[in-house]
Each structure stands twice: as structure tokens, then as C-alpha cells.
């Protein structure tokens, strides 16, 4: 089935190329079906590389899905040209009377700050709150999810020696939760981040339930609301040129950084990326989008509280 995207959107020609059915919303009008609304919170600096990555994920799911774009108005993208937030994007302030099937808030390069020394944290706690009531079920991604489980449950984050970038082996805790339907025993995600979060935290918190972690990279899944929120501490929607592409910046620029773990082959960044994530990403999103997402939610959306 084809995803409902605005017109002109750029994900939609990337996509095509890669032989993924997409549809612009002019067509989709003409069929008679409810798509799942899906609205994005997009956090990250590079836009258009977000949005693509996560619409080519969101894809995969036999049911059609409209996307919405938004962003925080405290905020203002320098890496993305204003004429494309201007046409796909809009603020909280005028969704906040919408409701949606699902909702993905992305990353953020913030991790440095305290949560309430970033500029826009009295925004986004205010949509934490909103999507609560608003939203069927939430995925809180990288430094959203250190967010969302700070402002929601008290789990603080803590700073790492170093960066955890690479890819790194997970564990599902209970194989027969719904998001993880059909997963091995051990799946791969990339990781990059500063910060951790410390599985005693989770486990001390009743209303949360540690779901995957890794002995390498720690804490990566965390399920609370039976399901309604989901906050996933590394990146599957990354592409395969994402850790290169972070680590060759990094270099660039001096910073101290060492090459992504279990990334090239045979450890030489001369080498391309062995990919060892994308399929169970791809489960990842269609689980989610199935059983905790088009499984649960109304059919009137005016019906979500």
C-alpha cells in the first residue's frame, strides 16, 4: 500500500528511485479510506535526511499512512531551507486542536544541555502533554526519549566518557511483546549520543517496562502505557551513510571521535558500511505501526484521550 504525502514533498522523488510507492495527497483524495495520521516531530538539524529516513520506514507498512510535519516555534532550522519548512511544515500551535493515529519525535543535537537549558523545552514538554491526549501511540527517538522519560518519570541522563557511536548488538527482554513480532534473538542498532540512560533508573519506576538493552550500549527500548509510548534510545531509521557521514564531519572538525563500532568492513572507514540494522528497523516501524499504532486506535480520532 502507498504513503500519503504532501505534494512536492522531496522524500517523495528519493523514495520512487528506491522503487517505494508513494502518493501524493492530490491522488490519495480520490480513494475512499481512512489513512493513519502520523504526525513527526522533526528535532534533527539535517530535515529532509530525517523525514526521508523515517518515511522510507513508515513505508513498508501495508496500510496507507498521511504524514504530517511539525515543528517547535522556538526553534529555528538553519540547515534546512526556509522555503521547505515553510511549504510542509507547520507549528504546534496550530495542530494542537488535531489528533493523530501516531507520533514520532526525533533526536535533537542537545545533549550537551541540562533539559531545561534548551531553548525550546517549555515547547516541547507542553507537546509531551499534548500528545498524551492527542496521539493513539508516541515513539520517543535518541535525545527525545532521555527527554520524554526525564520530563514524564524522572529518569535522569548521564554523560559518557565518550560517544556511543556504532552499531551495537540488543537483546528483546520478552520475545513475545507485539513490536518485537518476528525478531531475532539479537538485532542491531546504530547508536550515537553523549548521554546514557541507567537500566536501575528504569527498573525503579513501576509504570515502565525495560524492553531491549544492550551489554555494550545499554538501555535501548522502553515501553510504558502499555504501549502508548515506546522511546527507543538509538536510530534505526538511520541510512547506511549516516555514522559515515558523522564521523567524517567530526574529523573535519577536530573533535575528538573515534571510528563507528561494527560499522565498515572489516573496520576500514575506506570501506563502505556493512548494513546489519535495516531489517530489523524496518520490523520495528511496521510492528509499531500495526499492533500498537492501527490495532488500538479509533476509528474517530476525536475518540483518543
Not at 522533526?42 to 496507507?64: F, Y
Not at 508516541?138 to 535525545?143: A, Q, V
Not at 527498573?203 to 551489554?215: G, K, Q
Not at 556493512?274 to 500498537?292: C, D, E, M, P, Q
Request: charge should be negative; include cysteine; glycine fraction near 4%.
Amino acid at each position: 500500500m502507498p504513503l500519503r504525502l504532501p505534494d512536492r514533498l522531496p522524500a517523495i522523488e528519493f523514495l520512487k528511485d528506491e522503487n517505494i510507492f508513494v502518493l501524493g495527497n492530490s491522488r490519495a483524495d480520490s480513494q475512499d479510506i481512512r489513512p493513519l495520521r502520523i504526525v513527526i516531530l522533526n528535532l534533527m538539524p539535517l530535515k529532509i535526511t530525517t523525514e526521508t529516513d523515517l518515511i522510507r520506514l513508515l513505508s513498508n507498512s501495508p496500510l496507507q499512512i498521511e504524514v504530517h510535519l511539525m515543528k517547535v516555534k522556538a526553534h529555528t532550522s538553519k540547515n534546512t531551507p526556509i522555503e521547505h519548512m515553510k511549504a510542509f511544515y507547520r507549528d504546534f500551535e496550530l495542530m494542537r486542536n488535531e489528533k493523530f493515529d501516531g507520533m514520532i519525535i526525533t533526536g535533537a543535537p542537545v545533549e550537551h544541555l541540562d533539559f531545561e537549558e534548551v531553548t525550546y523545552w517549555d515547547e516541547i514538554t507542553d507537546i509531551f502533554r499534548w500528545a498524551r491526549t492527542h496521539v493513539t501511540s508516541t515513539m520517543y527517538i535518541c535525545w527525545a526519549a532521555q527527554a520524554g522519560l526525564f520530563y514524564h518519570y524522572g529518569v535522569p541522563k548521564y554523560p559518557l566518557a565518550e560517544k556511543m557511536f556504532g552499531i551495537f548488538p540488543q537483546r528483546p527482554l520478552d520475545a513475545r511483546l507485539p513490536i518485537f513480532r518476528g525478531f531475532d534473538d539479537v538485532f542491531y542498532m546504530p547508536h550515537s549520543r553523549h548521554t546514557e540512560l541507567r537500566r536501575e533508573d528504569i527498573l525503579r519506576v513501576p509504570e515502565l517496562t525495560l524492553i531491549a538493552e544492550s551489554e555494550m550500549s545499554g538501555v535501548s527500548m522502553v515501553m510504558a502505557r502499555g504501549g502508548r509510548e515506546i522511546f527507543v534510545t538509538g536510530h534505526s531509521e538511520y541510512s547506511p551513510m549516516t555514522l559515515d557521514t558523522e564521523y567524517r564531519r567530526d574529523l573535519a572538525k577536530g573533535l575528538p571521535i573515534r571510528k563507528p563500532y561494527n560499522y565498515y568492513e572489516n573496520d576500514d572507514p575506506q570501506r563502505p558500511p556493512l548494513v546489519t540494522w535495516r531489517a530489523h528497523g524496518n520490523l520495528l516501524f511496521t510492528n509499531w505501526l500495526n499492533y500498537y499504532v492501527y490495532q488500538e486506535t479509533p476509528y474517530n480520532l476525536d475518540e483518543i484521550h
